[in-house]
């Protein structure tokens, strides 16, 4: 039976390599799955969750922007920022939400530094909602 390799890398290192049935990314234009024999594509990562398959075993990871590049027999992702779930630090994240609503608040709303905390602000809202899955 046909496998993916699926590599998960940041600029910071090397996330994960390994083998899958099947991978679901968060595209810019929504959720979309990868299995093998997958024609070539080339995606935008959203913030979100990234689903790696592996027969009865599901890994799940937080991306945070980035590209994802499918194939065939491959799947490269290169985000801004990845992590696996049970590492992800919901205090941090939450943290980081109430320092952007702070800065917000004191930025009007035409500051392009406003919409980079709304940005944040999303983001780490997404982060969190990976956490909560089960």
């Known amino acids: 039976m046909a496998r993916l390799t699926v590599e998960i890398v940041t600029p910071e290192r090397r ?3 390994l083998t ?3 991978v679901i990314a968060p595209g810019d234009q929504g959720l979309f799955g990868v299995r093998p024999g997958h024609v070539p594509y080339l995606s935008v990562l959203q913030p979100g969750p990234l689903t790696v398959r592996d ?3 599901t890994s ?3 991306v945070a922007g980035g590209f994802v590049e499918a194939g065939a027999e491959i799947v490269r992702v290169l985000a801004d920022s990845a992590e ?3 590492d992800i630090d919901t205090a941090a994240a939450q943290k980081r939400i109430v320092d952007a609503e702070a800065k917000l608040k004191d930025l009007d709303v035409t500051d392009p530094r406003a919409q980079d905390q709304r940005d944040l602000i999303a ?3 997404r ?3 990976v956490a909560a899955q089960k």
């Open 60 to 62: 799940l990871y937080f």
């Open 127 to 129: 982060r969190l909602e």
């Open 15 to 17: 996330l994960a390599q």
């Open 123 to 125: 983001r780490e809202k």
């Open 84 to 86: 696996l779930q049970k």
């Open 20 to 22: 899958a049935d099947e």
């Open 55 to 57: 027969g009865a075993t």
